[in-house]
C-alpha cells in the first residue's frame, strides 16, 4: 500500500500484473485486490474495451463525416478507463475531463447522451445524478476541485462513498489541481485522484512539464500516491480498489498515476503528425491494452473464435446504435438556448429572450421551429 514514508524509487515502481506480451505477472500486494478476477470477469473487461474502442472509432468517423463538431479520442486509454472504471461503486461519484467516455460507458451513460454536446445539440449530456457522473469539464483540471468539494460533503454526511476525478498529465500544471490536493489533503477528504498520464499535453510532451514522475508530487500535498501501467486493465482495477479502499475506511486521498499513451490526436481539430515522432507511435502500439488482455486469454484458453465473434458483433452493435442516436437525434429550437441558464426567472435574461425572438419573428420563425 502506497505512503508518504516510500522511498522515490519505491514510489517509482510501475505497477503491473499483464506484460505487454499478455503474461500474468505476479505482485504480492496487488494480487489480492483483484482475486476473484476470473477467466469470466477478465473476458467482461476485454469486450469492455473493444466495445469502447469501436465508441470511440465510429464517434471519430462521425465526426470527419460532418456528423459532429469535435470529438476528443481516447485510442490507447481504455485500459486506464475500464479497469478503474469498473472499481467502482454506484454511489461513487465521478468527475472527469472530456475525454473519459470509457468511464461514462461503466457508468452507464446513454450511448447518444455520450454525443450530444458534440453534436452542438445541449449544454450538457446527461442528467448526473441520473448515473452518478458530472457531466465532462472542458477548463482543464478544474473538476479536481468539485471532486474535492463534493468529497469534503462525503464526511459531512457520514457516508462512505467516494470522489473520483479524472484528468490528464497536463493538468497537473494547473493551479486548480494543486489547490484541489491541498484541500483535499488538509481534510482527509475521500478522493481519488486518476491522473491519466498519457504523455502529451495537446503538442507539449510531458517531460516538458515534468522533470521527475507526476505520482511524485502528491507526496507533497501529505497525499500518497501510486504508478501504474495505465495500459494494463487489471492492474488499473487493483490500484483503483485500494485506493477507494483507503478513502472508504478514512485513509484519505490516493493519487494514481496510470502511464499510457494517447494514440490519437488530443481531438478531431489536431494534427499530431505535426508534433509526434511516428518511432513513439510505433513503440507505443506494441503495449496497446486490447492485445495484451488478448494474449492473456489466449494463452489460457479463454478467446476461442466464437468468444472473439461475440464480442466483435456487440461492439458492432453498439456502434450502430450510436450513429443512429446521433444521426436521429432532434435539433433543438432556438429559443432553447435559453433554458436551463438560471434555477429561477431572471428579467436580464427574459428581456434578451424577448428580443432574440423579435429578432426570428422577423425572418418568419417561431420559438418551435427557428433556426
Known amino acids: 500500500m502506497p505512503s508518504n514514508d516510500q522511498t522515490d524509487a519505491t514510489r517509482d515502481e510501475l505497477i503491473q500484473l499483464i506484460t505487454p506480451n499478455g503474461e500474468r505477472r505476479s505482485n504480492a500486494a496487488y494480487d489480492p485486490w483483484v482475486a476473484d478476477v476470473d477467466g469470466a470477469a477478465l473476458q467482461a473487461l476485454y469486450e469492455d474495451m473493444v466495445v469502447i474502442r469501436r465508441i470511440d472509432a465510429e464517434a471519430t468517423a462521425l465526426q470527419r463525416q460532418g456528423e459532429l463538431a469535435l470529438w476528443p479520442p481516447l485510442l490507447g486509454q481504455e485500459a486506464a478507463q475500464i479497469g478503474s472504471g469498473r472499481a467502482l461503486r454506484e454511489d461513487d461519484f465521478v468527475f472527469s475531463s472530456y475525454r473519459e467516455n470509457g468511464v461514462a460507458y461503466c457508468r452507464g451513460v446513454d450511448l447518444t447522451d455520450l454525443l450530444r454536446v458534440w453534436r452542438g445539440n445541449a449544454s450538457s449530456g446527461w442528467d448526473p445524478y441520473a448515473i452518478n457522473m458530472a457531466t465532462p469539464q472542458v477548463i482543464i483540471g478544474a473538476q479536481t476541485l468539485h471532486a474535492t468539494g463534493y468529497a469534503m460533503g462525503i464526511l459531512t454526511d457520514g457516508a462512505d462513498s467516494v470522489a473520483v476525478t479524472y484528468f490528464g498529465d497536463g493538468a497537473t500544471s494547473q493551479g486548480d489541481v494543486n489547490e484541489a490536493m491541498v484541500f483535499a489533503a488538509s481534510y482527509q477528504a475521500p478522493v481519488i485522484f486518476f491522473c491519466q498520464n498519457n504523455q502529451w499535453a495537446i503538442s507539449e510532451p510531458v517531460r516538458l512539464q515534468a522533470h521527475v514522475p507526476i505520482a511524485r508530487r502528491a507526496p507533497g500535498f501529505g497525499i500518497p500516491s501510486v504508478r501504474v ?82 464480442v466483435k458483433a456487440t461492439a458492432d452493435e453498439v456502434a450502430a446504435r450510436l450513429r443512429e442516436g446521433c444521426i436521429s437525434m432532434p435539433e433543438p429550437a432556438a429559443l432553447d438556448v435559453f433554458k436551463h441558464v438560471y434555477s429561477e426567472p431572471n428579467s436580464w435574461l427574459e428581456r434578451q429572450q424577448d428580443h432574440y425572438e423579435q429578432y426570428l419573428t422577423s425572418f418568419g420563425s417561431s420559438e418551435e421551429g427557428g433556426r
Open 229 to 310: 501501467d495505465g495500459n494494463d486493465v487489471l492492474a488499473c482495477l487493483a490500484v483503483t480498489r485500494e485506493a477507494l479502499d483507503r478513502a472508504r475506511t478514512g485513509g484519505g486521498p490516493t493519487f494514481i498515476e496510470a502511464v499510457t499513451y494517447r494514440m490519437g490526436p488530443h481531438t478531431t481539430a489536431d494534427d499530431p503528425t505535426r508534433y509526434r515522432d511516428a518511432n513513439e507511435l510505433e513503440d507505443w502500439a506494441a503495449k496497446d491494452p486490447i492485445a495484451r488482455l488478448a494474449g492473456l486469454l489466449d494463452s489460457e484458453g479463454l478467446l476461442p473464435a466464437e468468444v472473439s465473434d461475440a
